[in-house]
Structures are given as structure tokens and as C-alpha cells.
């Protein structure tokens, strides 16, 4: 009785009952309130999927603004050593045009 006809297997059900729940929390949650629980259950599948999917693009450029900014610090030198003390720059190679 494994094979179903029509209609889903009882394990490809809980995963679909996973996947559903879990878009219907991310975009009640990540919406930042813009969204009740009952309103994203009662969507039409491809409003839901396409409001899960602009949300998701949202966080993933946000993301990456970040981990583009702290690459950005990261490659900048500071002149704050390890003991949080400021050093001076070194200015030995200082040429003199008098």
C-alpha cells in the first residue's frame, strides 16, 4: 500500500505539512508584523511562494551588504595593536623634497 494513485505518500505529507508551516512562520516572522498567521494560511499557493521567495531575496542581499562591509573593514589597517593601544604610522621611508 505504499503506492498512492493520486495525492501525496504519508511521509512526502509530513514534509509538505513541514515545508507549509515552516514558509507560513518565516514570512509571519521575517515580515517583521506586516503579516498575520491567518492571512499567509489563507493565501493562494503562489502568492505565498512568491511572498516566502521576495522576503528570502530581502534577507540574502541584506546578508551579503554585510559580509561585504566587514570584508571591506577587515581589509582596512588599523593602527590599534592587540594591547588597544593606537601606534603611529611608520614614516622611515619619508622623502624630503626641500
Known amino acids: 500500500m505504499g503506492l498512492v494513485f493520486f495525492g ?3 511521509t ?5 505539512r513541514l515545508n507549509f508551516l515552516t514558509q507560513i512562520h ?3 516572522f521575517y515580515g517583521q508584523g506586516g503579516y498575520r498567521w491567518q492571512e499567509v494560511y489563507d493565501m493562494p499557493l503562489w502568492l505565498r511562494k512568491f511572498t516566502y ?3 528570502k531575496e530581502h534577507y540574502d542581499k541584506q546578508s551579503q551588504a554585510i559580509k561585504d562591509s566587514k570584508q571591506k573593514d577587515s ?6 595593536g592587540e594591547d ?7 614614516i ?3 622623502t624630503n623634497y626641500s
Open 92 to 94: 622611515s621611508n619619508k
Open 12 to 16: 512526502s505529507v509530513k514534509q509538505y
Open 53 to 55: 521567495q521576495k522576503i
Open 26 to 28: 518565516e514570512i509571519c
Open 8 to 10: 501525496l505518500t504519508s
Open 84 to 90: 588597544g593601544k593606537v601606534t603611529s604610522p611608520n
Open 75 to 80: 581589509n582596512v589597517k588599523t593602527m590599534v
